[in-house]
């Protein structure tokens, strides 16, 4: 049973934080249910507190700011997690990109801060997942826009299915190649890259083998995680773009795969040599 003093408004609120910061996510039934209050109550707490900054209301409830979001969380909501993090990770990412590059990119918040990133590119040629992408950038940058078909994920806006494309002209499928994959993962460990969706893990895993180069993008909070389907091991990596260095065991896993790790502060190297001055 609930305290006595969670059924005040300041106190349920408070309580609200900790319930949504031990769980990640949840719902306003659920919130409802466990305080005893009604649906209506919950939604008034829930906007004060997403007000307030102290978590992220979402559609049908609410997540932790540092929240792992669910499979169905939508792409509007997954954008306000770690803004800064991925904002560093997209400026970083963008300075692998010449003009002129082919790239595949799939979908993600992280991709969208990548995108808009790349507004002062040239003559790209992009293949993508992305259903956001068209109208996030900027189309001076983009020569030719290629969209793969599949099935669509309404909440990620993004569509699912095989990297391929046929000719409007003959019919036959084209083998299809990239310069530069850009992708963002849901984790990674010393075992691989991973995501939640078994068909995206395939679709991301055909990316990573059409390029001639991978980035994987990845803020600090996916680290050292596995998610439910592997897109692939360490190795198929040649860049992983993220905002802090991992762990000295897993930094030693990824040098291992011959990958090379970009951060704010620069490579390993560059800090190592800071540090010494």
Same mark, same amino acid.
């Not at 769980?23 to 906007?47: C, E, M």
């Not at 000719?167 to 083998?175: A, L, M, P, R």
């Not at 692939?232 to 897993?250: E, K």
């Given at each position: ?40 109550? /919950?939604?008034?707490?829930? !906007? ?7 978590? /992220?209301?979402? #559609? ?8 792992? %979001? ?6 509007? !909501?997954?954008?306000?997690?770690? %803004? ?8 970083? &990412?963008?300075? @692998? ?7 595949? /990119? ?62 409007? /002209? ?30 995206? &893990?395939?679709? @991301? ?21 596995? @998610? ?14 993220? !905002?802090? @260095? ?8 990824? #040098? ?7 951060? %704010? ?13």
């Amino acid at each position: 049973m609930e305290h006595s003093s969670n059924r005040l408004p300041a106190g349920r609120k408070a309580a609200i934080i900790q319930q949504v910061n031990s769980l990640g996510q949840v719902s306003v039934a659920t919130l409802a249910k466990h305080f005893n209050v009604s649906l209506d109550t /919950i939604r008034r707490d829930l !906007d004060q507190l997403d007000t307030d900054g102290a978590l /992220i209301r979402t #559609h049908g409830g609410a997540m932790s700011t540092f929240a792992v %979001p669910w499979h169905d969380t939508r792409i509007d !909501d997954r954008l306000r997690l770690q %803004p800064q993090q991925k904002n560093v990770i997209a400026e970083l &990412a963008a300075d @692998l990109v010449p003009d002129g590059t082919v790239l595949f /990119i799939n979908g993600g918040s992280t991709a969208l801060h990548l995108i808009h990133e790349l507004g002062s590119k040239r003559e790209l040629i992009i293949a993508t997942n992305n259903l956001r992408l068209a109208s996030e950038i900027n189309p001076d940058s983009c020569r030719d826009l290629y969209v793969f078909g599949g099935h669509v994920r309404i909440s990620g806006q993004v569509t699912i299915g095989p990297i391929a494309f046929a000719s409007s /002209i003959s019919g036959t499928e084209n083998d299809i190649r990239a310069d530069l994959a850009l992708i963002a993962v849901g984790a990674f460990d010393e075992k691989g890259f991973s995501t939640s969706n078994l068909d995206e &893990a395939a679709m @991301l895993a055909q990316m990573a083998e059409r390029a001639k180069r991978v980035a994987i993008l990845a803020d600090s909070s996916k680290a050292e995680r596995r @998610l439910f389907a592997s897109i692939g091991p360490l190795s198929i990596a040649d860049y992983l773009v993220t !905002d802090t @260095l991992p762990t000295p065991r897993l930094l030693e896993s990824l #040098h291992s795969a011959n990958i090379e790790v970009l951060t %704010p502060a620069g490579t390993e190297s560059d800090q190592s040599q800071s540090s010494d001055s």
